[in-house]
């Protein structure tokens, strides 16, 4: 009886056409790499002039940009012209002549503004401001994005330009919530169509979140939850819809609520409260 060897050279396996060969296969066996943060994302070393005064209170970005080009800044007496230059500290730069103080820790403040002033510094036309409204003896404060005019309601305000910016930003995802009461007929399916998003004037609005509250005859109260915050939004999509605005009031931005503030009241938001939010948030 004839005893059969086994093969020296033993069949291989099919090769597996979907495997990565080569460089992908070596780096497809080790963790992905961590891309270096941005310039921008940085929180420590050489930081651009307008994220160093942002962060310092001076002002959001866009508002030391806007410094700079009136040439209100200076390092070491010499006139910035551009927002570029990198660096370390505050050291030598002043605004408006006064040197500028190391940035204190964030804070935030919860504001009931009342209908009648506007979300600004100041106005050529001489109309009330926010500022007009706050009590005095307050510290340097930026709002959180803006209310209209005639809009009511919850105004976030902090001493912190760079976390202004990031609660402004839609990318962040922060919810505002509004009550509105209008004049005119709507449905609660007309509102709930706003969940696609919808295009006015060819400015595309995203998702809306609207729930017709109640109603009294043609007049009704709608709440809307969004993350964009547009320029006018609410006002414009509910007027494309056929409906008059006749008041608007924020009620929430994103865990903040307006609660029991009473009109023009201000009130710190407590660390804790702060600190769990900013960790949420990224």
Avoid at 10 to 33: C, H, I, M, N, V
Avoid at 76 to 83: D, L, W
Avoid at 215 to 226: A, F, K, S, V
């Amino acid at each position: 009886m004839t005893t059969r060897r086994p093969p020296r050279n033993p069949p291989r396996p099919a090769p597996d056409r979907d495997a990565p060969k080569g460089r992908r296969a070596a780096r497809g066996a080790q963790p992905p790499r961590k891309p270096a943060p941005a310039e921008s994302d940085r929180e420590d070393g050489p930081q651009r002039i307008a994220k160093l005064l942002a962060r310092a209170g001076v002002g959001s970005r866009r508002d030391v940009e806007r410094m700079i080009e009136e040439g209100r800044i200076a390092l070491n007496g010499e006139i910035v012209a551009q927002p570029a230059p990198l660096l370390a500290s505050l050291e030598g730069l002043t605004v408006d002549g006064n040197p500028v103080a190391k940035p204190v820790s964030t804070r935030l403040y919860r504001f009931h503004k009342p209908a009648g002033c506007l979300t600004a510094a100041r106005d050529p036309k001489g109309r009330k401001t926010i500022y007009d409204v706050l009590p005095k003896g307050l510290p340097r404060l930026m709002p959180v994005g803006r209310l209209d005019y005639n809009t009511e309601g919850l105004l976030l305000l902090t001493n912190d330009g760079e976390f202004k910016r990031q609660l402004e930003l839609p990318a962040s995802g922060v919810e505002r919530t509004y009550r509105a009461r209008a004049f005119g007929d709507i449905s609660q399916t007309q509102l709930e169509d706003l969940v696609e998003g919808i295009e006015i004037d060819g400015i595309r609005y995203g998702k809306i979140d609207a729930n017709l509250e109640r109603r009294t005859g043609r007049n009704q109260w709608i709440e809307m939850t969004l993350t964009e915050g547009k320029n006018r939004e609410v006002r414009r999509v509910l007027e494309h819809l056929g409906l008059q605005v006749s008041r608007l009031i924020r009620t929430r931005y994103g865990q903040f609520t307006l609660e029991d503030l009473d009109l023009g009241q201000v009130e710190i938001v407590a660390r804790d409260e702060l600190f769990q939010f900013r960790r949420r948030l990224g």
